[in-house]
């Protein structure tokens, strides 16, 4: 589990932005980790693309210097990939590797041993995007209720450990090489380092799963992200409920941010490190240009009858877009032995 302190560090820091589409608020917490290594993002105006968001939460472990790396640029080099005009999904495939790969050349970023988890939205145009590396998870509020937008990239996944022992790897623990317990993510460079395997094909790799789903302002309210600290006390439908219940009486989202920190903090360590991480949470509601007394009122009404549905197209178990190399996919779990998660937000929040 790691490093606690003997009292948590229950300060959070919170931002607030808003437009006609989305009233966005933030809030991340160190808890009970010696350090905060977490980052996210919320920019409502794209560089170069004025009428696109972007909504990010990055759970570093091993150090911040990825996760802060990543919350800076990851956004900005998305937008730069020559694909991004014309096709979205592969402009955020290619820009994940390529900051990956700008790290790795980075003297000041090269030799470090941290990585992050990165839970990435674009949503542009009535749509949104969702790219995903390691167990950081997003999750749309459906008339109350959760579908998800990202699936978790655990190690003991089939088909992500056929990838981990292909590079030359193995699964132990449920964690890569006994150590890491995500099979995907920025950074963590000493895991790719198979010189016979592309950037892909790495015990864990930087190539995300990206799920499509056109917004439906008549049924979609809100999207949740937020880092694993979160989804290990709360199940998808569970913060969904959290939030929609606090959204039907008015409160505000950076306020509803910050009571879900709280409600996830455990009152001391001795349950397994469930609620003993960093907490990063950033929730966007769906204005869609609309008073938000008409979310309000809607989010009163009960939620629709159904299980937890699948994500949107484009992914084999909801439909994420497929991997080049056939052996990607995943439900699962967290970070280094000994991870750490979270940031503050505005456009872009670490500590």
Known sequence: MGQTLSEPVTTKESATTSNKLFMVGSSCMQGWRINMEDAH???????EDSGTAFFAVYDGHGGAKVSQYAGQHLHITIGKEDSYKVNVE????TGFMTLDEMMKADDDMKDDMSGTTAVTIIVKNGVIYCA?????????SKNGRAVPLSYDHKPANENEAKRIVAAGGWVEFNRVNGNLALSRALGDF??????KKSPEEQMVTA????IRMEIDPESHEFILLACDGIWDVMSNQEAVDFVRERVAIGKPAQTICEELLSRCLAPDCQMGGLGCDNMTAVLVLLANGRPLEELTAK???PPEEGVEEEGGNNHEYGTPSASPIDMKDGKGDSGHEDDEEEGPPTEFSAN
């Open 41 to 47: 993002t919320h920019v409502l105006s794209m560089p």
């Open 190 to 195: 000493a895991f790719k380092r198979n010189p």
């Open 299 to 301: 989010c009163k009404q």
């Open 132 to 140: 995903n590396v390691g167990d950081s998870r997003a999750v749309i």
């Open 207 to 210: 190539f995300p799963d990206v």
């Open 90 to 93: 592969e402009a955020m495939r």
